[in-house]
């Protein structure tokens, strides 16, 4: 190794203490600056900032560093107006006015195009925001706990397993905190055990509040340890006097010692066993169970974006690929001739169909199995897609999915992503046979670092 090189890495060390220059945003939300042409990462630190901060990691590639002071102060820097923002792990760009976080989402999604897909100048336009970027959120699911003797519910803190008591939360629908707060009230008036991780004793684990913007019914799930609830009766009555608006009271059963939040258990405690929920001209039926997107508002100008990306006549062969509940295959359904749409997990392909049935889209199928292995197998028996819309999860596509695209080479590739880095990287493979069009972020998560987009890819000869 070169003499100079070796002196550079081990410029950074645990410890030291140095003036950055912040340059951009990373996309956990974190400043990012250099020092000696290395990358550190600067949670709360803001672009344009000129920080002072301590390094708290030292690895090859990069270092993360703690914000001591804040030297030169940027203009979209705003006071946080949630008092446990520091503490609790939902968001982490409350410290940054609305204008400059969208902004920002929009230079992620442009800086991972240009990084791994090496385009130039990526079409990608500003983001679409929300008018009041706050009470969003349709679902709180709070983890149950004792600290000093006392019943908390809430988030864990970031990287970390200390739950935060959540009193309110400004991105939660208001109706979701007053059932959280009311439910969390009278566990302990009635002594109903909360769960304890370590010991695996006790009852009450998570509490899911879920609220359906369009009709303002709302439902409580109790999460809990075992199928017996001390005093249930008693527990049923109160939620019920003191929520008069709760539509569904369900159970889900969880024994395991698992970080995953459901068991496989649910039961209805009392009233109907789902909500009814509106998202445009579309029904559903949510049961506790239920995928449904988090923020309502936002997932109907998501969807308009694939729609317009789609570009549908009525005559085309739209695949769905990881349609999840069908929503966006239900939306593009009276626009195509046919929709048919591929989900891994059985329960929410029969959801899917129930919602093709409840919406009479008898033009639309859902189909369990993986996209990369089910969309192969239909092209062999001959199924030609004009548009293929995918949604994967944060790993992006399947290799054997991309071959298939590259196989099939359906006229439109329309890829809704929660992850810009995949995004690109997906990109770059299927930009042999097609050409970026358009790329519209919007934003799902305000105050959080999450960007969602929306690309529209057409293939080369129909561009
Ligand atoms: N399009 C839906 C949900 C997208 S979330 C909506 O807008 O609401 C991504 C979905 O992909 C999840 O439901 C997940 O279960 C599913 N999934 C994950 N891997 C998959 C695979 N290999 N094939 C098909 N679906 C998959």
Same mark, same amino acid.
Not at 340 to 359: F, M, S, Y
């Given at each position: #190794?070169?003499?100079?090189?070796?002196?550079?890495?081990?410029?950074?060390?645990?410890?030291?203490?140095?003036?950055?220059?912040?340059? =951009?945003?990373?996309?956990?939300?974190?400043?990012?600056?250099? *020092?000696?042409?290395?990358?550190?990462?600067?949670?709360?630190?803001?672009?344009?900032?000129?920080?002072?901060?301590?390094?708290?990691?030292?690895?090859?590639?990069?270092?993360?560093?703690?914000?001591?002071?804040?030297?030169?102060?940027?203009?979209?820097?705003?006071?946080?107006?949630?008092?446990?923002?520091?503490?609790?792990?939902?968001? =982490?760009?409350?410290? #940054?006015?609305?204008?400059?976080?969208?902004?920002?989402?929009?230079?992620?999604?442009?800086?991972?195009?240009?990084?791994?897909?090496?385009? $130039?100048?990526? %079409?990608?336009?500003?983001?679409?925001? #929300?008018?009041? %970027?706050? =009470?969003?959120?349709?679902?709180?699911? *709070?983890?149950?706990?004792?600290?000093?003797?006392?019943?908390?519910?809430?988030?864990?803190?970031?990287?970390?397993?200390?739950?935060?008591?959540?009193?309110?939360?400004?991105?939660?629908?208001?109706?979701?905190?007053?059932?959280?707060?009311?439910?969390?009230?009278?566990?302990?008036?009635?002594?109903?055990?909360?769960?304890?991780?370590?010991?695996?004793?006790?009852?009450?684990?998570?509490?899911?509040?879920?609220?359906?913007?369009?009709?303002?019914?709302?439902?409580?799930?109790?999460?809990?340890?075992?199928?017996?609830? $001390?005093?249930?009766?008693?527990?049923?009555?109160?939620?019920?006097?003191?929520?008069?608006?709760?539509?569904?009271?369900?159970?889900?059963?969880?024994?395991?010692?698992?970080?995953?939040? *459901?068991?496989?258990?649910?039961?209805?405690?009392?009233?109907? $066993? =789902?909500?009814?929920?509106?998202?445009?001209?579309?029904?559903?039926?949510?049961?506790?169970?239920? /995928?449904?997107?988090?923020?309502?508002?936002?997932?109907?100008?998501?969807?308009?974006?694939?729609?317009?990306?789609?570009?549908?006549?009525?005559?085309?062969?739209?695949?769905?690929?990881?349609?999840?509940?069908?929503?966006?295959?239900?939306?593009?359904?009276?626009?195509?001739?046919?929709?048919?749409?591929?989900?891994?997990?059985?329960?929410?392909?029969?959801?899917?169909?129930?919602?093709?049935?409840?919406?009479?889209?008898?033009?639309?199928? *859902?189909?369990?199995?993986?996209?990369?292995?089910?969309?192969?197998?239909?092209?062999?028996?001959?199924?030609?897609?004009?548009?293929?819309?995918?949604?994967?999860?944060?790993?992006?596509?399947?290799?054997?999915?991309?071959?298939?695209?590259?196989?099939?080479? $359906?006229?439109?590739?329309?890829?809704?992503?929660?992850?810009?880095?995949?995004?690109?990287?997906?990109?770059?493979?299927?930009?042999?046979?097609?050409?970026?069009?358009?790329?519209?972020?919007?934003?799902? /998560?305000?105050?959080?670092?999450?960007?969602?987009?929306?690309?529209?890819?057409?293939?080369?000869?129909? /561009?």
């Amino acid at each position: #190794m070169p003499k100079h090189k070796k002196e550079q890495e081990a410029t950074i060390r645990v410890g030291q203490q140095m003036t950055l220059t912040i340059k =951009s945003l990373g996309i956990n939300g974190e400043g990012i600056g250099y *020092f000696k042409r290395k990358i550190v990462f600067v949670e709360g630190a803001l672009p344009g900032e000129v920080v002072h901060a301590e390094v708290t990691e030292a690895r090859e590639k990069y270092a993360t560093a703690r914000l001591l002071r804040v030297v030169e102060k940027s203009a979209s820097r705003t006071v946080p107006p949630c008092p446990v923002y520091k503490e609790c792990g939902g968001c =982490s760009l409350q410290h #940054m006015d609305y204008a400059a976080q969208l902004a920002s989402k929009q230079e992620i999604v442009i800086e991972s195009l240009r990084k791994y897909a090496r385009l $130039p100048d990526p %079409p990608v336009a500003p983001t679409i925001g #929300m008018d009041n %970027p706050w =009470s969003y959120r349709n679902k709180a699911q *709070f983890q149950v706990g004792k600290q000093n003797g006392k019943l908390i519910a809430g988030l864990y803190q970031a990287g970390s397993h200390r739950l935060v008591d959540l009193e309110g939360c400004l991105v939660q629908h208001e109706a979701t905190t007053k059932i959280v707060q009311a439910a969390k009230k009278i566990i302990e008036e009635l002594g109903i055990p909360v769960y304890d991780e370590r010991k695996r004793t006790g009852v009450i684990r998570t509490i899911v509040a879920r609220v359906a913007f369009a009709t303002g019914e709302t439902q409580l799930t109790l999460v809990t340890a075992t199928k017996e609830i $001390p005093r249930v009766k008693e527990l049923i009555l109160e939620l019920r006097t003191r929520l008069p608006e709760l539509v569904s009271i369900a159970q889900n059963v969880n024994p395991q010692k698992t970080s995953l939040i *459901f068991g496989n258990q649910t039961v209805s405690l009392w009233g109907r $066993p =789902s909500i009814a929920e509106k998202l445009g001209e579309l029904s559903f039926d949510l049961s506790a169970r239920a /995928f449904f997107q988090l923020n309502p508002e936002q997932t109907k100008k998501l969807y308009d974006e694939v729609k317009k990306a789609a570009a549908l006549t009525g005559k085309e062969l739209v695949l769905d690929l990881y349609c999840g509940t069908g929503t966006i295959g239900l939306w593009l359904a009276p626009y195509a001739r046919e929709v048919r749409g591929i989900e891994l997990i059985p329960e929410a392909v029969e959801d899917a169909n129930r919602n093709a049935a409840r919406n009479q889209a008898t033009n639309a199928s *859902f189909h369990t199995g993986r996209a990369e292995v089910l969309m192969p197998k239909w092209a062999k028996q001959g199924t030609r897609p004009d548009v293929v819309v995918v949604d994967p999860p944060r790993t992006g596509l399947d290799d054997a999915l991309i071959r298939s695209l590259l196989d099939v080479q $359906p006229k439109r590739i329309v890829y809704v992503s929660c992850n810009p880095s995949t995004l690109a990287k997906d990109v770059a493979k299927l930009l042999q046979r097609y050409e970026v069009v358009s790329v519209q972020p919007v934003d799902m /998560f305000p105050h959080t670092s999450h960007v969602e987009c929306c690309s529209l890819l057409v293939r080369k000869d129909e /561009f």
